[in-house]
């Protein structure tokens, strides 16, 4: 036998080569293939589990948290932790603590908003014309937010006045010089002017206000001729050292221009640094080279308690501490009896606080300067009580704008007047001054309405509360009253009596907290500002490209991460006993476990387990993050009141459950390209064994005339190809290797070797039915000419088109197999194709999925167009062989005439007949699959599959041109006579 | 040579065609020189390979000559290119010893097929119909080849020959797969049919039978003509 195949192989070198070049590309491409999909699985597994965990693996919230729309869609809220305030017991955590598995449980605490002030300063120094004698300036404040959206017009103007003429800064003298003590018996101080050495006493009575009791102090400038004339600024001061609050229009700010061109201002101009007007001092006329107006700014600051061993071992907050310390479970709160204001009741109580060093607020302040046409004509008579209305009657003219942002003023005021000190020696008597760690107004979740389109809508709750809402006390930040979209209250309930001193430990960065992949990342509010895109091209527009974050409101959509931290030690003092958060007061819990180590059973069953005996346990709400990655969740936010339109927003919340499903997904992608690649390579490989075992149907029918059973014949058959195959596969174990590295497959000796076997399995597998025909065929049969192996009715046959059909009929099985082959691999494009089509690059679930998505893309588009140039040499293939066996009668063709051009037209036909049926084949199975993946086919689909079909068939008609040039060169004669 | 204007003389002249190379180089046809008169009937004979197939392609512009002219009809065969040479078969008419006819067509679609890439101006079909029934395939028109025997398949081969109109039909063994008898009776259609039309016709045959029919008898050994003689039976 052995001797006998390779006489066969020897003596049909010709149809041997072909069959061994047939099996080379076949397994070839099956290696290649199934190696870049073996390679992509690996890759993307890997990608998938080095992006699988995030800060947390299980996130622990109060019972009933849970929305309807994180149930059904299997989603936890980006936005959760800001709105929440309390609804976990210190037990409830300590339990969780210590459960087995438990690696860190990190509380946080909500608490609320502090209200702290800050400034910026508007240089208005260049808008100044130094040859006047004396000028007003306006200044136009606009808080700006929302990207630049919103923009409050109601906030507040401030006029300058500046004087070439020498003015008098009051000085403070007690009474009895003034005379007396106010109604509520405190001491009185009077203003006294001096000038040149002398102690004047200008006329202030034009500036009496209706509601002054006694006597003020204005700045008095000094006219030619020494006539003193007061300049009421619109905010005197009293007697008692405190100042009315601003009225709009706001002050006027008098600053002397020095002949040396420095400005002098009393410090009035300071004064807007302190939280109540900052009169408290006597005004000091002060000196500098710029003209700088302050500004003040009311920041709502969040503030939030937490377990500093906790957020040191979830997320290194030690190591994100910048200034000063890290905060300390060891720093307890310090009691002091009020030894400043003796008989008083109240506490004094230090607790430590670490300030972020990011304000995280998205506000600006523009304001627009201006000049003043024409003073008042009775400018130094004007009562304050109608100054304002005075003033906003002169015509302005807007030279230029200066803008300070939210940071800035932070950065600048609350951490600059910031002293960060050890908290043990920290003197709390000197904190009095600064602020109270009185968290009064709490912003909740906000609620939702689904629109039709299943978007949520964030509903309103009002405007922000006025002054009455507060019971007499003052509103917070609320004046900026833009419409609330988290429910605003009051924590009534605070210790308010007492006096909570914030003793600055540390200072933060928030950026500097440990690190987790971008694509699994969780809600870490607690440091991180959460942030919504614009989803669609109108909205995009709008926000610039950029995203809508946390607003200067604490109504605001998007909350911001607490800027303050505290110990949960500190818990007892700043909220009081009666509040309902006292006896609940954690937010959340942040579960980290131990032993998880990816995306595999064992983890998942281990997070199973801790997250089930938490629940047990605590019963709170739990839902195990690992494994999650952020999605989109369309929010509809409705127009502000100061101008921000309806955005149409996607905000990242946590969709459960990904990179599980993701291994999943590549795996079963994995085993079906194998399964597709192996049908193409099976059905290459099948032609052209099938056509070399019919090229010697002569051969084997004499053999069969001669005595060869049946089972020999189909022996010798599969010995050839197994002989063939073999060679084909040390030949392709030669290729493997550099093919590796040209396709970016990773190799090793087991994927080298593969070719051999692979070739032997393809080939046996390929020619098993030609052998079993070989051995079932009657001997006469192969004997006879094959034209009388045609049966069946003709059909009329007028145009090459038609013969065309008829050579594509004639061998129904191998047309069957091309046009299949064709249909996988245009199938696999298209559906590639299909896929993006449907989505046209936008985000089909979660980041993590959406990144391997790019990737899986990316291999099943080679893989696909391997498979698809596979099919394509398979159809080329399909059609040469046709020609091979029906040379005789092309032959004849030729000899009556027909020419190189019709002979190549007529190969072309068919092959484009072949392409059409297997393109069309193709799409409609790719569309089938962007249907199934996708559930749906717009028409992009449509469009690119049509465009990806004609492409196909003008490439499978291209290839049709080899096959088609060897029908017309094949020497006629020779041929005819090997007939 | 004009389609279908009686028959074409055919002159050729110091004709050489080679095979192989070296060692394995075989002379087929060896420096013949032949004159056919227009209309004529020949018969080409010889024991196999002499050579006698090989001149029947080389003056059907199927196999390239190495030496030597072909004139047919005045035109040089020898001289054409790919195109020319594909456009010169369009009016020769060939038959073969196998038929060569195309497995999955009717005998109708079979004699139309070499005039299916080009238009001609006559109608086809009908002139197809009229051939078939010519060499007596009246009514199987729309048969197989499987459906026909081989003497029947080799009429419609001929009337495939026909169906440009030639002026020269070139039979090459054109009852070697058929019985004497059914032979004969192709033959006889053959000769019948030129008589009809007026082609000349050449016929490379090796059956003695074969060549009586013709009017003259060319034979050849080892690629040379050794006689070239009347036929007896003409």
Known sequence: MTRWVWSQVRHGRGRAAGLLLALLAAVTGFTILTGSVSTQQTRLSGFVQANSRGAYDILVRPAGTQSAYEATDGLVRGNFLSGQYGGITTAQWQKVQKLAGVQVAAPIAMLGYVEVFGSSLADVTDQVDPSRTQQLLKLDGTWVTDHGLSKNPESFSTYVYVTRNPVLWPTWVPAPLGGGTTPDGVKIMDPVYHYRGKLVAPDLTPCRTSSAVAGFGVPVEVLPGGKLEPVCTGEPLTPSGTTTQPTSPGPIIVAQLNPDGTYTTDNLLSSAFGEDGGATDAPVATTSKRLEVPETWEMPLLLAAVDPASENALVSLDTATVKGQELSTADKPRIDLDEWMPGSTSLFVGVPVEYSDQAQIDESLSTVVSTVSGLPAQRYEVPVDTLGKELSALPATPRATRTASAQSAYATTVLGSTTVQNFQQAKLGPLIEGTNLDPREEAGQPTYVTDPAGALTPTAHGTSPSASDYAGDEPLTLEKGDTALRPLTERGNTRSSDIILPVTVGIFDPSKVRQFPALSSVALETYQASQACGADTASQKLLGNGCLTSGADAGSYIASPPQILTTLGSLSYILDGSDPQSRAPISEIQVRVSGVDGVNQSSATRLQAVAKEIKQATGLEVDVVAGSSPTGVAVDLPAGDFGRPALSLTEPWSRKGVAVALVHAVDKRSATLFVLVLLVCLLFAGNAVSASVRARRAELAVLACVGWRPRRLAALVLAEVAAIATAAGLLGTALAWPLDLLFGVQTNLDRILVPIPAALAVGLLAALPAAVAAGRAHPGAGLRPRVTRTRGKARRTRSIRALAWRGMARAPLRSAAAVGALTIGVGAVANVVGVEAAFDGSATGSLLADAVGVQVRAADALAALLALALAVAATADALYLGIREREGELAALRATGWSAQDMRRLILWEGALLAALGCLAGALLGLGGTWALTGAAPWPVYAALGALAVVACAVVAAASLIPARAAASRPIAQTLALE | ?234
């Not at chain 2, 420096?31 to 029947?56: E, I």
């Not at chain 2, 048969?143 to 169906?163: E, F, K």
């Not at chain 2, 000349?200 to 003689?229: F, M, N, P, Q, W």
């Open chain 2, 1 to 234: 040579m004009t389609e279908g204007q009686g028959g074409t003389a055919v002159e050729v002249k110091g004709l050489v065609k080679r095979f192989g190379r070296g060692e394995s180089l075989i002379t087929a046809v060896d420096g013949v020189d032949l004159d056919l008169a227009a209309g004529s009937r020949t018969a080409l004979v010889g024991a196999s390979g002499s050579g006698k197939s090989t001149l029947l392609h080389l003056i059907g512009a199927i196999e390239k000559a190495d030496e030597g002219v072909i004139t047919v009809g005045g035109e040089e065969v020898t001289a054409l290119g790919r195109g020319p040479a594909a456009r010169y078969r369009q009016r020769v008419g060939f038959v073969f010893q196998r038929f060569h006819l195309l497995a999955a067509l009717s005998a109708l679609d079979n004699v139309l097929a070499p005039v299916l890439p080009r238009k001609v101006d006559f109608d086809r079909a009908a002139r197809a119909g009229e051939l078939l029934d010519a060499v007596g395939l009246a009514g199987r028109h729309q048969a197989l080849p499987s459906q026909l025997s081989g003497g029947q398949q080799q009429r419609v081969a001929i009337a495939r020959a026909l169906i440009g109109r030639p002026a020269l039909l070139l039979a090459d063994e054109p009852t070697g797969a058929l019985d004497s008898a059914t032979g004969e009776g192709v033959m006889d259609l053959i000769h019948e049919l030129a008589e009809q039309y007026g082609f000349t016709v050449v016929t490379a045959t090796h059956e003695h039978a074969v060549a009586e029919r013709a009017e003259r008898i060319v034979t050849l050994r080892d690629g040379k003509i050794v006689s070239d003689v009347a036929s007896e039976g003409s």
